[in-house]
Structure formats: C-alpha cells, structure tokens
C-alpha cells in the first residue's frame, strides 16, 4: 500500500480504496456508536413510557368525567 501524501494514516491499496489504518480513531468511533445507540434504545424506553402515563392519564380523566 502507498501512503497518502499528506495524511498519516490513510493508504491506498492496489485496488485504489483508500485505506485508515488509525486504529485509535476506529475505536473512539465506534464507542460513540455504542454509546449514542445506547442513548437512543434509553429515549426510545422513555418516550414508550411517556406514552403509556398519557395513555392512562386519559383513562382516569374520562372515568372521573363520567
């Protein structure tokens, strides 16, 4: 592989893709991939259970109306 002129980690291969070869990097990636994806299962659980408190909210409000 031929290094790219001007980039530490970056290489291009035979085929002609360039290839990042920082490791580092790829590891912090995908933590915060790991991380956010997690983030978002959490939101997505709060907003089911917000939903679910609306839902029976308007339950009891319609039984104290009747």
Same mark, same amino acid.
């Given at each position: 592989?031929?290094?790219?002129? %001007?980039?530490?980690? #970056?290489?291009?291969?035979?085929? %002609? ?16 991939? #790991? ?20 839902? #029976? ?10």
């Amino acid at each position: 592989m031929i290094q790219v002129e %001007g980039h530490k980690h #970056l290489y291009r291969n035979d085929n %002609g893709a360039i290839v990042n070869t920082d490791t580092i990097a790829y590891d912090n990636y995908m933590n915060n991939k #790991l991380t956010n994806s997690d983030k978002r299962a959490e939101m997505d659980e709060v907003k089911r259970e917000l939903a679910e408190l609306k839902s #029976l909210l308007k339950d009891l409000a319609s039984k104290i109306t009747s």
